[in-house]
C-alpha cells in the first residue's frame, strides 16, 4: 500500500510545496483540495475529510 498521505507531508516538509487551492470537483472528488508541487507528480488531490489536517500542517511548516 502506497503510504499517500505520508509522502505528500514529507514533500511538504522538503519545500517542495509551491501553493494550494479549493476546487469544486477534480477527478470525482468533490470538493477537493489541489496541492501544487515543484515535483513529480506535480498535482496531489486531497479530499474534503482531510482539509483541517493539512491546512494546519501547512501553516505550522
Do not use: G
Request: hydrophobic share 30%.
Amino acid at each position: 500500500m502506497y503510504p499517500y498521505h505520508n509522502k505528500i507531508k514529507q514533500r511538504i516538509r522538503n519545500n517542495e510545496l509551491l501553493h494550494y487551492k479549493y476546487v469544486s470537483s477534480y477527478k470525482k472528488i468533490k470538493p477537493c483540495m489541489l496541492l501544487f508541487f515543484s515535483t513529480e507528480p506535480e498535482i496531489r488531490p486531497i479530499r474534503e475529510h482531510r482539509f483541517k489536517e493539512y491546512e494546519k500542517f501547512i501553516k505550522n511548516i
